[in-house]
């Protein structure tokens, strides 16, 4: 394993040799990668989170661009390639996915739109498989902890999906259609239509996948193929967003996200079991922001409403542990948000952030524990401030700047928590080097499942408490071409496991100590006339459990050591109004245990999987043509990311899209 | 700008030889296992869909432990996912592998596989019990008892019982199917709290004794064909009973708190119950109940799990999770008079004990 690692390792940095010096035409990248002057006060796009970050804390932006030559299906396989971020992948497309960063478990990130929550504290994971990538124009994490910036639970990051299309005037619709291997049929609908000051932008995605893709199982001894039964998924998404630029500085804005997914839940493949035949999961979700931003300065301020609705039933007649006709159960939850951000320029060097945020979360359910009744309720009052000092020597190219920030919340149902955090970043003069620092401390509220869940929600259950601290350096090797290494550690106190309190019931319980310690290294870059991009991140880390007990200083679960992604997108040939293109990749997700005590029998090993396409693109006229063929997992390895679900072979997909402009 | 060209040979070295530094661990060796001779099979069910249910063979005289002796034993093979329970027979052990819709036959000395059941069941099974060479038996959560040839491995009958079936055992020449009810969930079904009596044959109800809310295990004391049913919601009044079932009648009855788990000592006429206060001693002759060992002697963040008593001595042996976490567990071993003696390690959580005398 480890020779082809290295050989897929050198192919992958190879090509950064070829490097041009500085470029003449790319717009520069607001993440961390490609340091930014910033020798005065700058204002960012209000719903990119480097406004949030500052420069001191990482952050990396995948653009649409590297979206398009990854041929993600949902978001999380854009996160994928960002160092520190460990997708867990429950099966095929079909399957759940959650995003993990830092080793800090998949509860502790929080998922953003257009920069705001998706969803409060009680919500627990996100799973992106329902969240198709067609209506997300750029994917931005912030690694570590980032509570006071972005609120509880984001202790080990943030991710924020920028569904929000720069407005112009240009009229553009868009279809596209996908078939692939394992029954999948996606169609894709699109536009963005300018109407005077107001701008619309609309998405609308089905998707029709079986999920019957084979694998090689030894059940009792008897190694055979088998085809996955029961991983079907049928996807109904639509995004819409609005956007009135009502006088210059003042904008307002709306978005609307819904979807509807039934699927097939298989479970776990075991012997004698393979597959939950008829266990189904249906949920419908829906989120709407509408917002008002006014940006003149000295004094700016947004008033932002959210809103989030969903509705869960699984339902698994089998599960007659249950009861007589087994599973059926249903929840749903309304997640109610207002939030004020006020921003206040004090000089060119000074400027505070002020937050408040009010939010209302309830379940209604019916399997709750019998104390709570059939319907359970949470407030929480957010309030945050930021306050920045850049200090900034034209003549030297020295720069400084320091972000100082603090949030408290206030919670109904629960103790409250603070989170202070304090960065800064240095520019050393002419060099390309950049220098940052930041320690944060954040806190990760509990679910509505870990509180009250029938049989295991525990109604003491305390805030999990953390400690993220890093540092990195940046160092702009050309204008295009960028690395950057950081350092981190982590340190959670009263986390939340499922505790064993008899042979029949467990119960949620802050017990848990975790530390984890780390080096991300990333390198991005653009050469050879931008005809081709790299994108390469590696992780090493090391997550321990530090709960007293028999497991104290070992592994963690499902926390890799080694995590390696690479990206590229090459421009083949370019001739009037048409080119073709080549892009691929690969992830190497080191070994990892799948139970607590590092026991053997519970190890996963690692994997590589490579992924190539083509794409083609024609324009006709106004009309642009593209066709792309896509090579999922090329080696066809057999591998499993979280133990027990097995992840599909070599795949095929095809796709032909049009697109039509007004712009020439 | 640094020169460029140092700056990329440096990214060019660095990562390749980054990449992959982190080596799993080397796997564990494989030994041919040792006749232990007598010994205690410790069944552990794993989590539940890890498909990671193993033996623990530990010979206490030696000391000597085989850590799961099943996959050492039958190389390539593995038990299944979730066993949970043991039944010794003529030189055979019939291990029931819950998710898996198996009953695993195996050689009880050398611990190869003789092959196993399958059940065409979507329920999970619960228990098994054997009669005689040609007939055993299992329930499942679909309700149904069945009857299997331990010859063939295959099924010849299967009936309906009462709703929840956890236990099954034979009894005076019947066999006796616990229905739980699956404590509050369906305790108001038909059956419910309920022994079923019916013939080993046909599978024909021939009686039914109710018990008591919510019993789940049946044990057979050899010695004087009473059966000994455990009873009783988490957390509530429970106890065991008494059954006669020649008789078809209750004989006696002990109330117990939170009663989790029972084991019988025939030769020393006494049951053993694992409640949450620990383990007490419950006398055959109709005397209250005993604090016999206290549950702190599980240590700190442990729990007892599972009780067994090795016929020949009277040993108590007590399933012993560590901490919080699903990780291998142990067996803490008492003399018969609640004195610590020893203890050895397991699988991740020790359910049932089978004893190899």
């Given at each position: 394993?480890?020779?082809?690692?290295?050989?897929?390792?050198?192919?992958?940095?190879?090509?950064?040799?070829?490097?041009?010096?500085?470029?003449?035409?790319?717009?520069?990248?607001?993440?961390?990668?490609?340091?930014?002057?910033?020798?005065?006060?700058?204002?960012?796009?209000?719903?990119?989170?480097?406004?949030?970050?500052?420069?001191?804390?990482?952050?990396?932006?995948?653009?649409?661009?590297?979206?398009?030559?990854?041929?993600?299906?949902?978001?999380?396989?854009?996160?994928?390639?960002?160092?520190?971020?460990?997708?867990?992948?429950?099966?095929?497309?079909?399957?759940?996915?959650?995003?993990?960063?830092?080793?800090?478990?998949?509860?502790?990130?929080?998922?953003?739109?257009?920069?705001?929550?998706?969803?409060?504290?009680?919500?627990?994971?996100?799973?992106?498989?329902?969240?198709?990538?067609?209506?997300?124009?750029?994917?931005?994490?912030?690694?570590?902890?980032?509570?006071?910036?972005?609120?509880?639970?984001?202790?080990?990051?943030?991710?924020?999906?920028?569904?929000?299309?720069?407005?112009?005037?240009?009229?553009?619709?868009?279809?596209?259609?996908?078939?692939?291997?394992?029954?999948?049929?996606?169609?894709?609908?699109?536009?963005?239509?300018?109407?005077?000051?107001?701008?619309?932008?609309?998405?609308?995605?089905?998707?029709?996948?079986?999920?019957?893709?084979?694998?090689?199982?030894?059940?009792?001894?008897a190694e055979r193929t088998v085809r996955r039964e029961n991983a079907d998924l049928h996807l109904t998404s639509l995004h819409g967003g609005w956007r009135w630029n009502v006088e210059p500085g003042v904008r307002v804005s709306g978005t609307l996200l819904a979807s509807d997914a039934d699927r097939g839940v298989p479970g776990a493949v075991v012997q004698g079991n393979i597959e939950q035949l008829h266990a189904r999961l249906r949920e419908r979700d829906l989120f709407a922001t509408a917002r008002v931003t006014v940006d003149p300065d000295p004094l700016g301020w947004e008033l932002a409403l959210s809103a989030r609705g969903t509705g869960t039933h699984y339902r698994d007649p089998n599960a007659r542990s249950a009861g007589a006709t087994g599973i059926d159960e249903e929840f749903n939850r309304l997640d109610v948000a207002a939030i004020a951000r006020v921003r206040m320029l004090f000089s060119a060097h000074l400027v505070a952030d002020g937050t408040l945020e009010l939010r209302n979360e309830r379940l209604t359910g019916e399997l709750l524990d019998p104390e709570a009744g059939d319907r359970v309720e949470r407030m929480n009052l957010g309030l945050a401030g930021l306050l920045r000092w850049i200090d900034a020597d034209s003549a030297g190219g020295w720069e400084r700047s320091v972000d100082l920030a603090t949030r408290l919340d206030l919670f109904t149902t629960l103790p409250s928590g603070v989170a202070p955090s304090l960065g800064g970043v240095l520019q050393l003069g002419q060099l390309p080097v950049r220098l940052r620092a930041r320690a944060g401390a954040g806190y990760r509220a509990p679910s509505f499942a870990e509180q009250y869940y029938l049989n295991v929600g525990n109604t003491r259950l305390r805030p999990e408490r953390s400690v993220s601290v890093d540092g990195g350096v940046t160092v702009e090797i050309s204008e295009k071409v960028g690395v950057e290494c950081t350092g981190f550690l982590g340190d959670t106190r009263d986390r939340i496991v499922a505790v064993p309190r008899s042979p029949v019931s467990w119960s949620a319980t802050n017990i848990g100590r975790v530390q984890s310690a780390g080096v991300e290294i990333a390198g991005t870059g653009q050469m050879l006339d931008d005809r081709l991009a790299l994108r390469l991140a590696y992780t090493r880390s090391d997550t321990r459990d530090r709960t007293p007990g028999p497991t104290f200083g070992l592994l963690l679960p499902y926390a890799p050591q080694e995590l390696l992604s690479g990206t590229f997108d090459a421009v083949v040939g370019r001739w009037e109004r048409g080119a073709w293109s080549v892009a691929g990749g690969g992830i190497y997700t080191g070994f990892r245990y799948a139970q607590p005590g590092e026991d053997r029998a519970t190890l996963i090993p690692s994997a590589l999987t490579l992924d190539l396409s083509t794409r083609l693109r024609q324009q006709f006229g106004a009309v642009a043509v593209t066709a792309r063929a896509e090579c999922t997992n090329l080696a066809d390895t057999a591998y499993q990311i979280v133990r027990n679900y097995p992840m599909p072979g070599r795949s095929w997909r095809l796709s032909v899209g049009v697109a039509w402009s007004t712009e020439q | 700008m640094i020169?460029?060209?140092?700056?990329?040979?440096?990214?060019?070295?660095?990562?390749?030889?980054?990449?992959?530094?982190?080596?799993?661990?080397?796997?564990?060796?494989?030994?041919?296992?040792?006749?232990?001779?007598?010994?205690?099979?410790?069944?552990?069910?794993?989590?539940?869909?890890?498909?990671?249910?193993?033996?623990?063979?530990?010979?206490?005289?030696?000391g000597e432990t085989i850590q799961d002796w099943f996959g050492v034993s039958n190389p390539g093979l593995r038990l299944g996912d979730v066993a949970n329970g043991i039944v010794i027979h003529q030189g055979r052990a019939y291990v029931v592998v819950s998710t898996s819709r198996t009953v695993e036959v195996l050689d009880v000395v050398t611990g190869r596989s003789l092959g196993r059941i399958h059940l065409d069941e979507p329920n999970e099974l619960r228990s098994v019990a054997v009669l005689d060479s040609a007939h055993a038996y299992t329930v499942s959560f679909g309700d149904s008892l069945f009857l299997f040839d331990p010859r063939t491995f295959t099924v010849t009958a299967r009936t309906a019982v009462g709703p929840a079936p956890e236990w099954v055992e034979v009894a005076g020449g019947l066999v006796v199917v616990a229905n739980s009810g699956l404590g509050t969930l369906r305790q108001t079904e038909p059956g419910a709290g309920t022994l079923y009596l019916l013939d080993p044959v046909t599978l024909h109800r021939v009686a039914e004794i109710a018990v008591g809310p919510n019993p789940r295990m049946v044990r057979l004391d050899q010695t004087s064909g009473l059966v000994y049913v455990l009873y009783g919601l988490p957390g509530q009044q429970g106890g065991v009973v008494e059954v006669n079932i020649a008789a078809r009648a209750i004989t006696n009855r002990w109330t117990v708190l939170d009663a989790r788990d029972l084991a019988l000592d025939s030769a020393r006429r006494r049951a053993y119950v694992l409640a949450g206060a620990g383990v007490l001693r419950i006398p055959f002759d109709g005397t209250a109940p005993v604090l016999h060992i206290d549950s702190s002697a599980a240590g700190a963040g442990g729990f007892f799990y599972s009780i067994g008593v090795q016929p020949s001595t009277g040993d108590i042996y007590l399933g012993t999770t560590r901490g919080y976490q699903p990780v291998a567990a142990t067996i803490q071993v008492y003399t018969l008079d609640g004195a610590y003696r020893t203890g050895f390690n397991c699988g991740v959580y020790p359910g049932d004990f089978g004893f190899r005398e």
């Open positions: 394993m480890r020779a082809s690692f290295i050989i897929v390792s050198a192919l992958l940095v190879a090509p950064a040799l070829y490097a041009q010096g500085p470029g003449d035409s790319a717009g520069r990248r607001e993440d961390t990668l490609v340091s930014r002057r910033v020798s005065s006060v700058t204002v960012s796009a209000p719903r990119s989170l480097s406004r949030m970050t500052r420069g001191s804390q990482p952050l990396s932006i995948i653009d649409r661009r590297t979206i398009d030559a990854t041929g993600a299906r949902d978001p999380s396989d854009v996160v994928a390639s960002v160092p520190g971020a460990y997708v867990r992948q429950y099966g095929g497309a079909g399957g759940m996915r959650t995003v993990a960063l830092r080793g800090v478990g998949a509860e502790g990130t929080v998922v953003m739109v257009d920069g705001v929550r998706f969803g409060g504290t009680a919500a627990g994971v996100l799973d992106f498989s329902t969240l198709p990538v067609a209506m997300v124009e750029q994917v931005e994490v912030v690694r570590g902890g980032a509570t006071a910036l972005a609120g509880p639970n984001a202790t080990g990051g943030v991710v924020n999906l920028v569904t929000d299309r720069r407005p112009d005037s240009v009229v553009r619709l868009r279809a596209r259609a996908t078939g692939g291997s394992f029954g999948e049929r996606t169609v894709e609908i699109g536009g963005e239509i300018p109407l005077g000051e107001h701008h619309f932008d609309v998405d609308a995605v089905r998707s029709d996948l079986l999920g019957d893709y084979p694998f090689l199982f030894n059940e009792f001894g | 020169p460029s060209s140092i700056a990329r040979r440096l990214l060019v070295l660095l990562l390749p030889l980054i990449a992959g530094c982190v080596s799993p661990p080397d796997p564990a060796p494989i030994i041919e296992p040792p006749s232990l001779g007598r010994g205690v099979i410790v069944v552990n069910e794993g989590l539940w869909r890890s498909d990671a249910a193993t033996l623990t063979l530990h010979n206490p005289v030696t």
